[in-house]
């Protein structure tokens, strides 16, 4: 990736449609994903074998992080988060498989995850407030701020967008470079960092996406859940 | 070479140049006051760490800001046929 960051190269076109890279990337890591999470959970056990063992770590885990972070029950928001999660993580990872590019150092990809983010914090808000008193929650902590919550609600799921295409972007970026200066070992730390960044990247993602799903949800209906 | 390419190319040396500078010095202040509150009080280190990755995010997001504009400068420039 030495071009422009903003162009995308396409592989193959499906009758009228092209289809481009990151769009193939994307389906190879859902695949992935979703296949390994069947054949992992088809033979539950009550002992657990060692990859089972494993999983529950990682479902344990995440459900932690949404209990301490939300301060409420984690079972409604673990598929959404945990599922961003892991997306994110193998995505930005992706970038170990020789020939592959990330799909989240493209536009377009973030674009869809931000989009399913500012969808969630609607839905919700509005299951946990009903319709009216989610547009309610707009003219909080008085009407004046009204057009500031709105503004605010684009364009915190913009920056949620440009901050994860910026980062893995930029890694993959410099990346690029060095590797088109000195070909051997030297880009290797940068990839090590890289992963970092990837894994820093998709904890930010998540831990915002649940800052704010409870700030819409809202105090009193948490309470309330976290009693029912 | 005319004039809007190469003020295109000194605009985005610039923005990612003095967009670093901000965010750097809110991010040492950031981490310099969590040290400060971790040695206090060590037993919070974990929410401690957890707010400080977010909001290092959020204050990383203005260089990364500058960095996407001086790549549409640089790669999506509406003004350079």
């Known amino acids: 990736m030495i071009g422009s960051p903003l162009s995308i190269a396409t592989v193959f076109h499906l009758g009228p449609v092209p289809i481009t890279a990151p769009v193939v990337a994307t389906w190879g890591i859902m695949a992935v994903l979703a296949g390994g999470s069947w054949l992992l959970t088809r033979r539950l056990q009550l002992r657990p074998s060692s990859p089972q063992a494993v999983l529950e770590l990682v479902v344990e885990g995440i459900a932690g992080q949404i209990r301490d972070t939300m301060r409420a029950d984690p079972r409604p928001y673990e598929p959404l988060i945990g599922t961003l999660f892991l997306f994110i993580l193998t995505a930005n990872w992706s970038s170990l498989v020789p020939g592959m590019e990330p799909p989240t150092a493209h536009i377009e990809t973030d674009a869809a995850l931000a989009l399913i983010v500012f969808v969630a914090i609607a839905w919700f808000g509005m299951r946990a407030r009903g319709p009216v008193g989610w547009l309610a929650s707009f003219a909080e902590p008085n009407l004046l701020m009204t057009p500031l919550n709105l503004v605010e609600s684009i364009t915190r799921t913009f920056s949620l967008l440009v901050r994860l295409f910026g980062n893995v972007m930029s890694g993959v970026f410099v990346i690029g470079i060095v590797l088109s200066l000195v070909g051997l070992l030297v880009p290797v730390p940068l990839m090590a960092l890289e992963l970092l960044t990837g894994a820093v990247q998709a904890y930010i993602f998540s831990i915002l996406a649940m800052v704010f799903i409870s700030g819409a949800v809202g105090d009193t209906a948490r309470r309330d859940g976290a009693k029912s | ?81």
């Not at chain 2, 750097?24 to 509150?37: F, S, Y």
């Open chain 2, 1 to 81: 070479m005319n004039w809007i390419e190469i003020a295109s190319i000194l605009g985005a040396a610039l923005a990612v140049s003095f967009g670093a500078v901000g965010p750097a010095l809110g991010e040492g202040r950031a981490v310099a006051a969590a040290m400060d509150a971790i040695a206090r009080q060590p037993e919070a280190a974990n929410t401690l760490a957890r707010t400080l990755f977010v909001g290092l995010a959020m204050i990383e997001t203005m260089a990364i800001y500058c960095l996407v504009i001086a790549l549409l400068l640089l790669f999506a420039n509406p003004f350079v046929r």
